[in-house]
C-alpha cells in the first residue's frame, strides 16, 4: 500500500499531468514571443519605408573653369578702358585705371570692380564732348557687364567648374536691361542737348556710384 500511494501517487502522475500544462506554457512562450523577436529580424515592415533609390546622374561635361570669370573681368575691364583711350583720356589716369582693372580681376568681391566703373563714369561726365555719344552707350553697357562678370567671379573659386547653361539666366537678365537702356537713351535723344550743370553731374555721379557700391554690398551679404 506504500509502495502504492507511492508509485501511484498523484505525486509523481500529478507532476508527469502537471508537466504538459508547463510544458504548454513553454510551448506558448516561444509561440507568442517568436514573433516578437523574430519580426524586426526579417526586416519586413522597415522596407516599405525605406528611402528611393537615388536618380541616375545627368552628363553635363566638363564646364567651364572658374578662373574663366576672372579672365572675363579682366576682358571687360580692359574694354572699358580702351573707350578711355578712344575719347582721349590722360595717360596717368589710364594707368590708374589698368591698375584699378587688373584689382577688379583678381579680387572681384572688393571694391575694385565699382572702383573702375565710377573711375570710367567720372572720366566720361567730365569731358568736354556731347553727352549723349556712342561712347557712353558702349560704356553703359560694358560697366553692366562688368558688374554681372564680378559678381559671378566673386563667387566661383578658382579651381572650380560652372556648365554654360548655368549662366543662361544671367545672360538673359543682362540683355533684358540693356534694351531697357536702349529704349531709354532713345528717348533722350529726342530731348534737345545742351550742357548739363556740373553741380547736376557731379551729383549724377555721385547717385550712381552709390547705387553701384550698394548693390555691390547687397550681393556680398546675400554670398
Keep these: ?76 575691364g580692359g574694354g572699358l578702358t580702351g573707350v578711355l583711350a578712344v575719347e582721349g583720356t590722360e595717360p596717368p589716369f589710364l594707368l590708374v585705371h589698368v591698375a584699378l582693372v587688373g584689382l577688379a580681376a583678381a579680387l572681384p568681391a572688393s571694391a575694385a570692380p565699382v572702383l573702375v566703373i565710377a573711375a570710367t563714369a567720372a572720366a566720361l561726365a567730365l569731358s568736354d564732348a556731347p553727352a549723349f555719344r556712342p561712347a557712353v552707350l558702349v560704356a553703359a553697357a560694358l560697366a553692366h557687364l562688368l558688374h554681372v562678370v564680378a559678381a559671378l567671379a566673386a563667387l566661383l573659386p578658382l579651381d572650380s567648374r560652372v556648365h554654360p547653361s548655368a549662366l543662361r539666366v544671367p545672360a538673359i537678365r543682362f540683355v533684358s536691361v540693356q534694351l531697357c537702356v536702349l529704349g531709354a537713351a532713345g528717348l533722350i535723344s529726342l530731348v534737345p542737348q545742351g550742357r548739363v550743370a556740373v553741380p547736376l553731374e557731379l551729383l549724377g555721379l555721385a547717385a550712381a556710384t552709390a547705387l553701384a557700391a550698394g548693390s555691390a554690398l547687397l550681393l556680398r551679404s546675400r554670398g
Design 1 to 76: 500500500m506504500g509502495d502504492d500511494s507511492v508509485t501511484g501517487g498523484a505525486v509523481t502522475g500529478g507532476a508527469a499531468t502537471a508537466g504538459p500544462v508547463t510544458g504548454g506554457a513553454a510551448q506558448d512562450g516561444p509561440s507568442a514571443g517568436g514573433p516578437v523577436t523574430g519580426g524586426p529580424a526579417t526586416g519586413d515592415v522597415p522596407a516599405a519605408g525605406a528611402p528611393a533609390p537615388p536618380p541616375d546622374p545627368v552628363p553635363l561635361g566638363r564646364g567651364l573653369p572658374g578662373w574663366s570669370s576672372r579672365l572675363a573681368v579682366a576682358l571687360v
